[in-house]
């Protein structure tokens, strides 16, 4: 890519901060500084418009798996090319989305049948409810009070109306209550590392999950579902359940019959060092949205799976209403389905569980370089998936003010260092491509205890 001239670079920061509007960022904050314009990528690197690396630290916002530019996903789309860029799945449908759809019901979680394409995680989180919805009004003996989901403390499923409804981060949620949905149920998920028992599983028996099985005991006639991240709360932090959590979840949504949701739109395609992070716990949910890898970041295609059994409820005359009324005009992209089964294939000839489940070791020994830092609090990890904490005083983990912008801070003077990453609040990310190096990785951890003791030599200083 040749080289810019310092006009032209200047020119589009410009027009970058005058006329786009950026997701989940404070544009008054971003218009005081140039921004960032990346230019190409390669593997694990991302290059800027003036041809500087810097390490994808959090796979270009959890989505990318195998690298960039990997030759069989740009073969695969190329050749696509040649063929047709997009056809409808509203009456008809098309090769590759018959073939994606039987691959992912090979590789998911045992019991789910059928699949049903959208194009992004919230979307397929959205189908996922109004599915849930209108079984219960369909299914055979129709229960139709189940209106209500249980979700977890500090959950986050998407940012459509329902997906938000059924999240617990309150700013996220604040400016829009009035749109929120009525039917949503909030229990408390399972910090393990600041649980006020001070117990460590297995000794407490899971005291964090008596709130739901109460609420279950009392509510269970209007509950359709529960809806969980498996096994570990993405956005809230990079926070993993305990071991046996999801299992005694799911059993407990089988004792009172209500339906089980796993949202793996993060944690699905490798990222915890299992195809889905349901499959840790051998838990087969009766739907399952998926998003963010399934194109190995490429392309936007989302799918919600779920069984015959919630399938067969739709089934019927048309005239009887039973009809899924749902839809997008990309269903099933016939570019992301190559660049899907391009990714899927790239599972099998590459070994990349393998690789992860083989890695994630050693990246934990990365990590804990890091625990002598007084600034940092906690280190979570569940395969490639890692929040850092950082805290004001390590010993009571005493949080900064948001106003402090740590959290920020680390990510510039990581950025200055080579390294891409976008923090929540004050917990650092790091979510690299499943492709990354043990030496990438070991830059990556490096980069970042390198910006904290940067940002606390500043802060101590002022």
Known sequence: MPKRSTSSVKQLQKDAQSYIWHPFTQMQEWEQQPPLLIGRGKG??????????????????????????????????RHQLTQVAHSTLLGLSHPLAIQLAKALIKIAPKGLKKVFFSDNGST????????????????????????????LGLAYHGDTVGGMSLSGIESFQKPFSSLLFPG????????????????QFPECQMECLTPLKTLLQEKHEEIAGVIVEPMVQGVAGLIPS????????????????????????????????????????TVSPDIMAIAKGMTGGYL?????????????????????????FHGHSYTGNPLGCAAALANLSIFKTERTLTKVQQRTPKLSAFLKTLAADPWVGDIRQCGY???????????????????????????????ALGLLTRPIGNTMILMPPLSATLQELKQMVGILKVAISIVRASKNAS
């Open 124 to 151: 397929a989180i959205e189908i996922a409810l109004k599915m849930a919805i209108q079984y219960w009004q369909q299914c055979p003996s129709p229960q139709p009070r189940k209106t209500q989901f249980i979700h």
């Open 385 to 415: 998936m890692v929040g850092i904490e950082l805290v004001r005083h390590q010993e009571n983990k005493e949080p900064f003010s948001l106003m402090d912008r740590i959290g920020h801070r680390v990510a510039i003077a990581a950025r």
């Open 300 to 324: 936007p295609l989302a799918a919600t799976l779920t069984t015959e059994k919630i399938y067969a409820a739709f089934l019927g005359m048309p005239h009887e209403g039973k009809t899924f």
């Open 184 to 199: 949503r149920q909030q229990v408390d998920a399972p910090y393990c590392y600041r649980c006020p028992l001070t117990l």
């Open 44 to 77: 694990t690197f991302l290059y800027d418009i003036d041809g500087n690396a810097y390490l994808d630290g959090t796979s270009s916002i959890w989505v990318n798996l195998h690298g960039h530019r990997h030759p069989t996903i740009d073969r695969a789309i």
């Open 242 to 281: 305990p071991p046996g959590y999801l299992q005694r979840l799911y059993e407990l949504c089988r004792e009172y019959q209500v339906l089980f949701i796993a949202d793996e739109v993060a944690t699905g395609f490798g990222r915890t060092g299992r195809m889905f992070a349901c499959e840790h716990e």
